[in-house]
């Protein structure tokens, strides 16, 4: 009786139960073990496929002696820690999950940016330190804060997180504008909303230059590939609005930093909501240091739920391309 030989998966960095179940059941071998950056090479050829998040770098050094590896799978949206270009050299598929994370995406910006209004990045800072001996001083201090309904919040990159941001924005009462060179307009349907049929609204994308001068906030949804200018700079800093608020929750490289931490220190932009940085995990100090700017761990894409819909999708993504 011929011996049944069962594909071999490595998720370097891990995947939802859920997912792990359904390739099983579909005949996978899934190894869960990290293997180290610098290991992966030597491995690497023992596998059918590998599925990999932001911290696995899969480039040519991984890649050379590739074995039996046949599909690599980005559990997330972009695809800047995987060398497309090569892994199609080698007869390598290359496939991302740019479904499963909108969602938890889009909320961070708003737990940023609802933060960042109201000073809660640098209150909790001081608070636990300061609160007791200072909290008049301290009070009157953050008594400054803004709401966000009435404002106008400017989206650079129209796609599947942009919209949902749009989504989240439109229902909290904020103005909407946007831009994206690939979408023109998008319908946004709200289906989160208790209505029957659900409310629709579309929206025409403007120019980069309207919407970086019109916007009260800015949040960046759009690639960025290492190596390329920033697409927020000096110049952009100063055609935005006085007390302006950025967040990014894209690609570190995306904004300069060093001109990030000039317009803070000068007072043109009144605060800074960061989860991604340019030289991760290496991260700038001056950005860890300034109490204008929110900092998360490059985690918009890390909840439970998330995680899960990503598992699935992953799983479904390999089943369809291989079995």
């Not at 992966?40 to 039996?68: C, F, P, W």
């Amino acid at each position: 009786m011929a011996k049944i030989i069962r594909m071999k998966i490595l998720a370097n960095d891990g995947i939802a139960a859920d997912g792990k179940i359904i390739l099983e059941k579909a005949g996978f071998t899934v190894d869960t073990e990290k293997v180290p950056q610098d290991k992966l090479h030597e491995v690497i050829g023992n596998y059918d496929v590998l599925i990999v998040r932001s911290a696995t770098k899969v480039n040519k050094q991984v890649m050379e002696n590739h074995g039996n590896l046949k599909l690599v799978v980005r559990a997330g949206v972009g695809l800047d820690n995987v060398d497309a270009a090569f892994a199609s050299e080698k007869g390598i598929d290359v496939a991302n999950t740019p479904n499963s994370s909108t969602l938890s995406v889009a909320e961070l910006v708003f737990a940023h940016l609802s933060g960042a209004v109201r000073f809660l990045y640098d209150s909790n800072r001081q608070m636990p330190t300061n609160g007791k001996k200072d909290f008049n001083a301290l009070k009157k201090k953050y008594s400054d804060g803004r709401e966000l309904r009435g404002k106008t919040l400017g989206i650079f990159g129209f796609g599947r997180i942009g919209q949902e941001v749009a989504k989240i924005a439109i229902s909290l009462g904020m103005n909407v504008i946007a831009y994206d060179p690939f979408v023109k307009s998008a319908k946004l349907v709200f289906n989160h909303l208790p209505f029957k049929p659900s409310p629709e609204l579309e929206i025409i994308t403007g120019s980069f230059e309207e919407v970086l001068a019109d916007s009260d906030f800015i949040t960046l949804h759009l690639p960025h590939t290492a190596g390329e200018p920033a697409l927020i700079g000096q110049e952009e800093f100063n055609r935005m609005k006085n007390k302006a608020g950025i967040v990014n929750a894209a690609r570190g490289g995306v904004i300069d930093e060093k001109e990030l931490i000039k317009a803070l220190e000068s007072g043109k932009i009144s605060f800074a909501a960061l989860d991604v940085f340019e030289n991760e995990p290496d991260v700038n100090e001056d950005l860890l240091k300034s109490a204008s700017i929110s900092l998360t761990p490059h985690i918009a894409a890390s909840t439970v739920e998330g995680q899960d819909r990503i598992g699935l999708e992953v799983a479904k993504v390999i089943i369809d391309k291989l079995k």
